[in-house]
């Protein structure tokens, strides 16, 4: 027989352990419901702003220590613009964590903006924060206590100088040739006319007989040379002040017309003296043609003799009249004018040649178009090697690179859709050759399920209302490089563009990318005959990125 303590003392102890084994189960199922149930809230500084301020937007979330968390990133903030994202600030207790994330947010227009719910995604959960509404107040100017100011004038940015070195090697060869070739042009030109300096007659006559003295035609015996010398200073005299045909004529010739200027007055010559270089004239014919050289002592005498003869002659000429003075300096002018013209024509000539060699030579080297474009320059391609700049655009927003920022333009909606549909655009085009670059963002209504054959419809008879016309269009699967897939329509036609008297061929690409009821689309167009263009426009097109829509 059990004793009744022992009975009791069993139904303490089974009590006891039912009371633990609840306890236990009801720790781990708050634990489990802790563990299951995360925690987001989200709270804004203030709910009025001036133009540009900034407001802190805070998401608070308290997760399992093991739960992956991401918050929200890009222009989600959408119609504010994130200006700044922190880091996230993390803090432990026990199995859970606390996780804050701060956003700078702001506007730069007046009005009332509705923060939109952000998605904050904890595991394989999504859970969306509350929405706040915003006031955002013009600057009040205070026009009575704060002067007002023009206007600041436009920042020059500093030239780009980094492509310059690669000019530089092909002009500065050119350059240093041109140069070298002038030096030695006016090097030449200066020696000339230094030989060319006008000696009066009579002192050149005597010079050259003095050089005659220093040379050993005699001690050679150059008998011939030496006579040739002697007779041919005496003509020149003679041409420059008696006879101009002096050099030409035969040694029978030129006596008979010293006679003539004697006998006629003009020249008060001396028989004696005419009949001594006569005799000179002839012993020097029979020294170059005949080979007879003259007696010892002879040449010395006939060389002083013809010195004296340049002597006699000078005192028996006649002094100048002043129209021969005149004529004479007249004559001079005009030598000094044909020798600068022909320095003129040869600086000219040889830089011609030089830079017809360079033009050759580049050709050769790099070929027709490359000298070309260096000569007559391309606007295209220096768009194509130019700084690029990379831009978000919109929102969500897509990414791509362009030679210049595209620029907003204002997008006509149609009455009845005011309100319901938002559209964007941006766009840029070139001067010649006509590239065109468009940008457009729509947002439908919620609940509207977009499609790609009505926007390429629309938009291909958007582009042929503006002057372009385009043959069969092609399409194909597109994927930017962050997997982001759409449309590509793709094909050929032609644009009227400004200034030119006949369309221009072109090709086009245009991109389509749908999600819910967003669409995003990319237009670019260029003409078909430039290099170049197809360059830009593969660049950009390779440069695509875009950011996901939020999923409704």
């Known amino acids: 027989m059990t004793h009744p303590h022992t009975k009791i003392s069993r139904t303490k102890k089974s009590i006891h352990a039912l009371s633990m ?6 720790f781990s199922f708050l634990s489990m419901q802790a563990q299951i149930e995360p925690a987001v809230k989200a709270k804004i500084d203030t709910t009025s702003i001036l133009i540009g301020e900034q407001i802190n937007y805070t998401v608070t979330v308290e997760a399992d220590q093991l739960a992956s968390v991401v918050f929200p990133e890009g222009q989600t903030f ?19 964590m606390t996780l804050i994330k701060k956003y700078g947010l702001t506007q730069f227009d007046s009005g009332s903006y509705k923060i939109p719910r952000q998605r904050i995604l904890i595991g394989d959960r999504t859970i969306k924060t509350d929405s706040f509404q915003v006031e955002v107040n013009n600057v009040v100017l205070d026009t009575v206590n704060q002067g007002l100011y023009d206007i600041k004038p436009a920042i020059e940015l500093p030239t780009d100088y980094s492509k310059f070195w690669k000019y530089l090697l092909w002009i500065l060869p050119i350059l240093l040739a041109i140069a070298g070739f002038l030096f030695w042009l006016l090097r030449r030109h200066k020696k000339r006319i230094e030989a060319e300096k006008y000696i009066p007659p009579f002192e ?7 050089q005659l003295d220093q040379s050993d035609f005699i001690a050679s015996a150059k008998y011939k040379e030496y006579y040739s010398t002697l007779t041919d200073t005496v003509r020149r005299y003679y041409e420059e002040r008696v006879y101009d045909r002096a050099l030409e004529s ?12 004697k006998d006629s007055g003009h020249i008060d010559f001396n028989s004696e003296t005419i009949q001594q270089l006569s005799d000179i004239f002839k012993r020097a014919d029979l020294v170059k043609f005949a080979r007879i050289n003259p007696p010892s002592g002879k040449a010395e005498a006939d060389r002083l003799a013809i010195e004296q003869i340049v002597k006699e002659t000078k005192e028996a000429l006649p002094a100048p009249t002043v129209e021969e003075l005149m004529k004479d300096q007249d004559y001079r002018e005009e030598v000094e004018r044909k020798r600068t013209r022909k320095l003129w024509l040869s600086g000219i000539a040889g830089v011609a040649g030089i830079l017809l060699l360079a033009l050759v030579a580049g050709i050769a080297i ?13 606007a295209t391609r220096e768009l194509a090697e130019g700084n690029w700049v990379t831009s978000e655009y919109g929102y969500p927003s897509i990414v791509i690179s362009t030679p210049k920022v595209l620029e907003r333009k204002e997008v006509p909606i149609p009455q009845e859709a005011q309100g319901q549909v938002q559209a964007t655009s941006f766009a840029w085009f070139s001067e010649p050759p006509a590239i065109t670059i468009a940008l457009f963002q729509t947002q439908y209504p919620e609940g509207t399920k977009a499609t790609h054959e009505p926007i390429i419809d629309a938009r291909l008879k958007y582009f042929e209302e503006a ?12 994927q930017t490089p962050n997997n982001a897939e759409g449309i590509k329509v793709f094909g050929s036609g032609t644009t009227d563009f400004a200034g030119n008297t006949k369309p221009i061929d072109v090709e086009y690409t245009f991109l389509i990318f749908v999600t819910d009821s967003y669409t995003q689309e990319l237009f670019i167009s260029w003409p078909s005959d430039d290099s170049y263009s197809k360059e830009i426009a593969e660049r950009i097109l390779n440069s695509v990125e875009l950011q996901k829509a939020p999923t409704k």
Not at 21 to 26: C, E, P
Not at 251 to 258: K, M
């Open 467 to 478: 002057g372009n016309k385009f043959n069969l269009s092609k399409n194909e699967k597109f």
């Open 21 to 26: 084994s609840v306890f236990f189960v009801l």
């Open 250 to 261: 035969t040694t029978e010739e030129l006596i008979l017309r010293l006679i003539a200027e």
């Open 204 to 210: 050149q006559a005597i010079a050259t007989l003095h």
């Open 366 to 378: 790099k070929g027709v178009s490359e000298v070309k474009d260096f000569v007559l320059g391309n």
């Open 78 to 96: 959408s119609p504010l613009e994130m200006i700044e994202s922190y880091k996230i600030d993390t803090s432990f207790a026990q199995t859970r």
